[in-house]
Nanobody, 116 residues
Framework: VQLVESGGGLVQPGGSLRLSCAAS????????MSWYRQAPGKEREWVAE????????NYAASVKGRFTIARDNAKNTVYLQMNILKPEDTGVYYC??????????WGQGTQVTVSS
């Protein structure tokens, strides 16, 4: 299993970023996919999840209405569109499949820094 996150960077408050996670080594379309984040000195927290097929999504209260999760099963990729970013969104963002053996893997993450 490989999970490769990308798209992070430095952005000003109110800005946007689009994260991508390219997955391999398992049947991507068979698993719900989630995004997590970890801020400095804090526990890793769940951010959003998308079901196996397009349409079923769920979000943490802190990002609902600002973030959108999507997936492309043909490309084995899950995305996180992040709008109206706040300094408290700063952290390392990770993707992970939910359930079964693939859920034991983590990628290297991508750093998001929201600062003026």
């Amino acid at each position: 299993v490989q999970l490769v996150e990308s798209g992070g960077g430095l952005v000003q408050p109110g800005g946007s970023l689009r994260l991508s996670c390219a997955a391999s080594g398992f049947t991507f379309s068979s698993y719900p996919m989630s995004w997590y984040r970890q801020a400095p000195g804090k526990e890793r927290e769940w951010v959003a999840e998308i079901g196996r097929s397009i349409g079923l999504t769920n979000y943490a209260a802190s990002v609902k209405g600002r973030f959108t999760i999507a997936r492309d099963n043909a490309k084995n990729t899950v995305y996180l569109q992040m709008n109206i970013l706040k300094p408290e969104d700063t952290g390392v963002y990770y993707c992970r499949p939910r359930g079964g053996a693939p859920s034991t893997y983590w990628g290297q993450g991508t750093q998001v820094t929201v600062s003026s």
